[in-house]
């Protein structure tokens, strides 16, 4: 079986302190012709359906639970029978926009599942959110990092639930650790790799912590 990830581009926008702007969300798909899993399923249900097409979306992968990236995630629950996983430190955020569903299974920091042949194994890695994971794929050599990790810059700490230093730890501790060549598939914006990040003057200042106004 030849195993798959494929993108769906989502338009949207995001709000912070009441102002709103243009910010497209990253939906992805990763399985085989078998099964596959749908992380952080955001837009129409019908389009993820397209997405998925003839295969059977048995797991909905929720990277963190801000509503650009959950927002269909109960419509694709209900239609395809995919199994929601959320980190119970995100249920707060969670039960914000679906109060009387509960996601079904909690994630927890190194819990493993196979999906069409493709092992994806959870890294707990809180900051953007206290419950924020990133599911990597070794047998690929790529991590799907919600909005922990971007092209040149770590997640935003601009939202009342954010903490710089914890993200800082999780992306040092977490994601840096990965080999270097490890593709990065991103909530938001392009691909990069883990060693183009790593050492990426922008996203450093001279302090060894990132630049502050880096992240979004």
Known sequence: MTSRVERLVVPGRIGVDGDTCAHDTNVWCCGDERECAVIDPAGDVSALLELAGATPVKAILVTHAHDAHISAAVGLAEATGGLIFLHQDDFPLWVVQYPSRRPDVNVVDGMSLVMGGVRL??????????????????????????????????????????DYDSLQSSIRKSLFTLPTDTVVHPGHGEDTRIGSVRWDPTFWGSTGRWRHDAGR
Not at 123 to 152: E, I, K, Q, R, S
């Open 121 to 162: 194994r959870a890294l707990h890695t809180p900051g953007h959110t206290p419950g924020g994971v990133c599911w990597y794929a070794p047998d690929l050599g790529v991590v799907f990092t919600g909005d922990t990790l971007g092209p040149g810059r770590p997640g935003g700490v601009d939202h009342a639930d954010s």
